[in-house]
DNA sequence: CGTATTCCCTGCACGC
DNA sequence: TGCGTGCAGGGAATAC
């Protein structure tokens, strides 16, 4: 479900309830999501205060005093703050207990989740080899262009790498492509510097207007506080085959690349 | 190494 | 109503 927009979104709902916040447990009632859960994670966290939530890539990171608590969503996970003690669901596979009687529960029904700790001084696995923050400075068409040189894989696959450019998943890829006027199908490689420049502006800018309307609600995204998102209004292309293109009027089509839906507009996309 | 395919899991929309 | 099929926003393992 949730790409970098909608990951963001969730790390703003949570953190005024999780700052400062000390835990008391943590309870896992499956012994793995997408990997397993660290068997000893509840004494690891207990005690410990979060200092702070951050976003790195798709992943959220609640610094502690002693290490960090990785949480990713996976496709289907949402998290909420709730009163302690609430009944667990079905799919209700996580609960951070904090001391002032409130939890953090992820509820993830596909189960392509992760839950994972980062001793202190470490960089988790994971985390290792993620591409630049397409938020911030380190990310531009520049680079871009230099990591494509030789790369025959089409462009739309090569700016989904987290390898290249963190937090782009199927919505937002489809939809920077078409505000950059680009193919989905291009070989990364034979993208002018000029057009790579245009897309790190298209990716950049897309991710922050659905930052800023809350993320896109398909299915069963809400925030942490239940709201929905709101760019599903402003969906160019994805999940719009059939349907005319806002911008030129041409009937919008629909390919797929490595089992993914990837809609284009075949006139303003080359 | 780069690229394409397959799979993890459940829910849901759809057609019959 | 019930059942089968295909698809879903991520990402890693595997097979070339």
């Known amino acids: 479900m949730p790409e970098l927009p909608e990951v963001e979104t969730t790390r703003r709902g949570i953190e005024p309830h999780l700052r400062g916040r000390r835990i008391r447990t943590a309870i896992a009632r499956v012994p793995a999501l997408r990997w397993p859960i660290p068997p000893d994670l509840d004494v690891q966290l207990a005690g410990q205060a979060v200092a702070d939530v951050q976003r790195r890539a798709k992943y959220l990171r609640l610094v502690l005093e002693r290490g960090s608590l990785l949480l990713h ?52 696995p994971r985390l290792q080899g993620l591409g630049p923050e397409p938020l911030s400075d380190d990310f ?18 090569f700016i989904m790498d987290q390898r290249v450019v ?47 309307r809350g993320g896109t ?15 599903e209004q402003e969906l160019q292309v994805y999940g719009r085959q059939g349907q005319p293109c806002r911008r030129c009027g ?9 089992g993914r839906a990837s809609s284009y507009c075949p006139r303003c996309q080359r």
Do not use: C
């Open 73 to 124: 969503l996976g496709m289907s996970g949402s998290l909420r703050v709730l009163p302690a003690g609430l009944a667990a669901g079905r799919h209700d596979h996580f609960d951070l207990v904090l001391a002032d009687e409130r939890m953090l529960r992820l509820t993830d029904p596909r189960r392509f989740g992760a839950v994972l700790w980062q001793p202190p001084g470490q960089v988790h």
């Open 140 to 157: 531009s068409g520049d680079g871009l262009w230099r990591q494509s040189r030789g790369r025959r894989a089409p462009v739309k696959t």
């Open 166 to 212: 963190v937090g782009v998943g199927n919505i937002y890829a489809a939809e920077a492509l078409f505000a950059a006027g680009i193919h989905p199908l291009r070989a990364a490689g034979r993208i002018s510097r000029q057009r790579w420049q245009a897309l790190a502006v298209a990716i950049r800018t897309v991710l922050a207007e659905a930052i800023g």
């Open 217 to 231: 609600t398909l299915r069963d995204f809400l925030s942490p506080d239940g709201a929905p998102g709101y760019f």
């Open 250 to 258: 041409a009937e919008l089509r629909l390919l797929r690349l490595g």
